[in-house]
């Protein structure tokens, strides 16, 4: 139990230390707005792309290694929280995919005349908008409902301190009505960025905590309890 949760804790991390930066790396394509004609960023696009391909591996290796752990409180929503992350990690390979299509167009028309066409300029801007939306729905709406089912599952089975699993709950139901009142055009990127902070605190500070506290001794005691041994789910109530 300790192994899975200091694992659990790292990928959780790994999490936030791959989606950062990768944000930062594909900057010059996402706000540059003509990077086919005078963008010269190709590297740092392709390792903020590297960055994304980790960071998939960080998302599916929360929910593979809490699963065997979170499935004793309830089978269901466990198995959710799995497939919620799946799908995460594929909407984030899909905005991956489009930002590392322009750097590959980049490359193909440098020098020649189509690089600054119309038509050019417009495949640019739709593969700039697919990474933005699928940065919406899959790191912030999908994202949202991940963190607010972990957080539950972790806040009744009592796995770390309740304060870290109310702030997921909160923090996870804050951001998917912030990415929904952002898709309906309430408001923009800024607004968001703020009411997505207590998401990020929550992934930050339960890796943390289960890198250096584990899962609370009396969660493990119920977990290898006679009950749990006999795979018999802990109560919902």
Sequence with gaps: ?????LVAGVFFLGTEVTSIP????????????NYLVGGDADN???????LELLL?????????????????QNHSIA?????GRLLEAAIIVVGAVSVLTVVTLRQDLAGTADSAGAGVAA????????HDWTFLIGPSWILGIN????????????????AITVLGMVGGALVCASATAMLLGVYGQG???VLALPVFAWEVSVAIWMIAKGFKPSAIAAISSPEAEGKTPLPLS
Excluded at 57 to 67: D, E, F, H, S
Excluded at 123 to 130: C, F, G, R, T
């Design 191 to 193: 607004t968001h960025t």
């Design 123 to 130: 495949v640019e801007k739709s593969l700039v908008a697919i």
């Design 22 to 33: 990768a944000l930062l790396l594909y900057q010059p394509v996402l706000r540059d707005g």
């Design 79 to 83: 198995l959710g929280y799995v497939c």
């Design 56 to 72: 998939v591996v960080t998302v599916i290796g929360t929910a593979v290694t809490l699963y065997p752990v979170v499935k004793r």
């Design 147 to 162: 963190s607010f089912l972990l957080a539950y599952l972790m806040y009744r089975m009592d796995l770390v301190p309740r």
């Design 44 to 50: 740092r696009v392709l390792l903020g792309g590297l």
């Design 1 to 5: 139990m300790r192994r899975t949760a």
